[in-house]
C-alpha cells in the first residue's frame, strides 16, 4: 500500500513537471513569434527609412516624407523614424511639423547626447513647445555627467536657449 501511493505521488510529481515544461515551451513559441513579427516590423521601417533618405538626398521631398511617414506608421515606438522625419522638416523649414515630430521621438525615450539632437531645442523654444525643450534639456542634463562644466561651447549652443 505505501509502494503504491509513493508512486501515484511520482507520477503525479511527474505530470506536474511536465504540465510546466509544456506551459514554458508555449510560452517560449508565443515570445519567438513576438520577436519575429518585431524583427519584420524593424526590417519594414528600416527599408522606409533607406528609401526616404535616399529621396531627401535627391531633393525629391514628397517622395521622402511619405518613406518616412510609412516607418513612422509601421513602428510607431521606434524614435528614429521621428527623429528623421523631423530632420527633413527641419531642413525643409517647416518647423512646427519638425517640432512635432521631436517631441514625438523624445517621448518615445530617444538619447538625447548626439549631435541629431543639436539646434532642437531653440526649434522647441521658437514653436512654442516649453514642455518639450524643458524635457529636452532636463534629460541632456542628468545624463551627461560633464554637464555643464566640461562641456565645449558647440555642446552648449547646441541645446541651450535660456538659463540653465
Given at each position: 500500500m505505501l509502494c503504491t501511493a509513493v508512486y501515484v505521488w511520482?507520477?503525479?510529481?511527474?505530470?506536474?513537471?511536465r504540465d510546466e515544461k509544456e506551459r514554458a515551451l508555449a510560452e517560449a513559441k508565443a515570445a519567438t513569434r513576438k520577436l519575429d513579427q518585431l524583427n519584420e516590423l524593424l526590417t519594414s521601417t528600416n527599408k522606409h527609412l533607406a528609401s526616404g533618405r535616399s529621396y531627401a538626398n535627391r531633393e525629391?521631398?514628397?517622395a521622402a516624407n511619405?518613406?518616412?511617414t510609412r516607418a513612422t506608421e509601421t513602428l510607431a515606438d521606434y524614435y528614429i523614424p521621428w527623429l528623421?522625419?523631423?530632420?527633413m522638416y527641419a531642413q525643409l523649414g517647416l518647423w512646427q511639423l519638425a517640432a512635432d515630430d521631436f517631441s514625438q521621438?523624445?517621448?518615445l525615450d530617444?538619447?538625447?547626447q548626439d549631435s541629431s539632437w543639436n539646434g532642437v531645442p531653440q526649434l522647441l523654444w521658437y514653436v512654442g513647445d516649453e514642455g518639450a525643450y524643458r524635457e529636452?534639456?532636463?534629460?541632456?542634463?542628468l545624463l551627461s555627467p560633464r554637464f555643464p562644466h566640461e562641456l565645449s561651447m558647440n555642446e552648449?549652443?547646441?541645446f541651450l536657449v535660456a538659463e540653465v
Amino acid at each position: 500500500m505505501l509502494c503504491t501511493a509513493v508512486y501515484v505521488w511520482q507520477a503525479a510529481l511527474a505530470i506536474s513537471e511536465r504540465d510546466e515544461k509544456e506551459r514554458a515551451l508555449a510560452e517560449a513559441k508565443a515570445a519567438t513569434r513576438k520577436l519575429d513579427q518585431l524583427n519584420e516590423l524593424l526590417t519594414s521601417t528600416n527599408k522606409h527609412l533607406a528609401s526616404g533618405r535616399s529621396y531627401a538626398n535627391r531633393e525629391q521631398w514628397a517622395a521622402a516624407n511619405a518613406e518616412y511617414t510609412r516607418a513612422t506608421e509601421t513602428l510607431a515606438d521606434y524614435y528614429i523614424p521621428w527623429l528623421e522625419r523631423g530632420s527633413m522638416y527641419a531642413q525643409l523649414g517647416l518647423w512646427q511639423l519638425a517640432a512635432d515630430d521631436f517631441s514625438q521621438a523624445l517621448r518615445l525615450d530617444s538619447p538625447v547626447q548626439d549631435s541629431s539632437w543639436n539646434g532642437v531645442p531653440q526649434l522647441l523654444w521658437y514653436v512654442g513647445d516649453e514642455g518639450a525643450y524643458r524635457e529636452f534639456t532636463e534629460q541632456f542634463m542628468l545624463l551627461s555627467p560633464r554637464f555643464p562644466h566640461e562641456l565645449s561651447m558647440n555642446e552648449l549652443r547646441g541645446f541651450l536657449v535660456a538659463e540653465v
